[in-house]
């Protein structure tokens, strides 16, 4: 969570959210008072603080942490190698399917990350990356997670929890940047206008192509499927059953511009 007194930033992983810290740290008009990366909320977030959640496709977010792990790279990747997954990272379409399966599997929690999805016991009813969204977005997961005993109960519990006020799609950051930009509630350095600016000029810095772009890279016909069954909560949401793909490179990167 990158937290400030006006606004409380919560930080998906591969949601751009690198970017999206830096940009705030650059251009918002506040204090920052205290950033730690995918931090879960306080248990009484203050009253008044607007909260600004990333999300992103799950799909594209497979194969961006797949990719991200043929490279050797990552968290995933090292509790996937250091349970004996590591031959999984072959950077084949094969591959991808048989990681897919295990990343999938609720019986792999426990050597997922973070490890709190294997220790909340929600894996039965929701997958990874549902899981990463819910425990920032709703304070106290430990107690309100623990009451959960389906998919559904999953979602509704979410529902009734969550603090978020603002969502920001990878796959529309720029509009929905400005669009937070534009709120009259927010104050923004040197102004708003110059915000704005670099909001337009935005690039996409320091990308690598993904896997899913090599030629003869084909995903398994039936992966939407796979992964809306375990992902009900990105899909019924955040309207990700369907599917918002991204280009065919990684997430945003930094660069400040202060």
């Not at 549902?130 to 106290?140: D, G, Q």
Request: aromatic share 8%.
């Amino acid at each position: 969570m990158h937290a400030f007194h006006t606004l409380a930033y919560l930080d998906v992983e591969k949601s751009g959210s690198t970017y999206v810290s830096q940009f705030l740290r650059d251009f918002l008009d506040d204090d920052e008072v205290w950033c730690r990366k995918h931090h879960e909320l306080e248990d009484r977030p203050p009253a008044g603080r607007l909260h600004v959640l990333s999300v992103r496709d799950p799909v594209d977010t497979y194969l961006s942490l797949f990719s991200y792990g043929c490279q050797g790279r990552g968290g995933l990747f090292g509790r996937l190698r250091d349970a004996g997954h590591g031959a999984l990272y072959d950077g084949t379409a094969a591959g991808f399917d048989r990681w897919l399966d295990v990343v999938l599997d609720p019986a792999s929690a426990a050597v997922l990350d973070p490890p709190s999805y294997h220790r909340r016991g929600v894996a039965e009813h929701t997958g990874l990356l549902s899981y990463r969204v819910a425990r920032l977005a709703a304070p106290r997961p430990d107690r309100w997670m623990r009451d959960v005993g389906s998919p559904e109960e999953f979602v509704a519990a979410y529902r009734r929890h969550h603090v978020v006020d603002v969502v920001l799609r990878n796959e529309s950051l720029p509009q929905d940047l400005e669009a937070l930009v534009l709120r009259d509630d927010l104050s923004w350095r040197p102004s708003r206008q110059a915000a704005l600016t670099a909001v337009r000029a935005q690039q996409r810095l320091n990308t690598s192509a993904r896997l899913d772009s090599v030629p003869g890279f084909a995903v398994p016909a039936d992966l939407r499927g796979r992964v809306t069954a375990r992902e009900r909560l990105l899909g019924e949401v955040f309207g990700y059953d369907h599917g918002h793909r991204t280009p065919t490179s990684e997430s945003i990167q930094a660069r400040s511009r202060a």
